[in-house]
């Protein structure tokens, strides 16, 4: 599948190739569109780790009925790092201080469409809470292995689920 992707790629006009390159940005996490340009949608995601717990958050759905639960996250504005946005959105929403470990990956959300840039945390401090009750129901901290009883595994990016250790199935 990966060999067929990047024939399609190379085989692509020059137009879309720089499309695909603007839309993926640098995996540094580094923005390489051009001043000016229109952007697509970027979200910074947080993922949370404190000893064997991690950081989630009850989403309230767009119509405002419906509910689900995610790892904190927040819209990447041009020439702002992940890694910033996800430490500022995790305070923001929660009220918890994380460091970033490392950068995850990347990928176009299943659900959403919308290309997500994974950030692995580690705990500093503060006491998980709803701070963002407009767009949340809720904040908790949950044990690893339970975590998909609240997110399907398949929703949640496979490097995601290696990072905490958790199994697919």
């Not at 569109?33 to 991690?54: F, N, Y």
């Not at 929660?94 to 950030?119: D, F, I, K, M, Q």
């Amino acid at each position: 599948m990966q060999q067929l992707l990047d024939t399609a790629l190379d085989r692509a006009s020059e137009a879309a190739q720089a499309r695909f390159a603007r839309l993926l940005g640098d995996y540094d996490g580094h923005s390489s569109t051009v001043a000016g340009e229109p952007q697509a949608l970027r979200i910074a995601i947080a993922v949370v780790v404190k000893d064997t717990e991690v950081l989630i958050v009850c989403r309230r759905g767009d119509d405002g009925g419906g509910i689900s639960w995610q790892f904190p996250a927040g819209m990447i504005k041009p020439g702002v790092r992940p890694d910033t946005v996800a430490v500022r959105e995790t305070l923001a929403e929660t009220g918890v201080h994380c460091a970033v470990v490392r950068h995850l990956g990347n990928r176009v959300h299943p659900v959403t469409n919308v290309l997500c840039e994974y950030v692995l945390c580690e705990y500093l401090s503060g006491e998980a809470e709803n701070k963002d009750v407009v767009e949340n129901v809720s904040v908790t901290w949950i044990d690893k292995e339970n975590l998909i009883r609240f997110i399907p595994a398949d929703r949640i990016f496979p490097p995601v689920l290696e990072a905490l250790e958790v199994p697919s199935e």
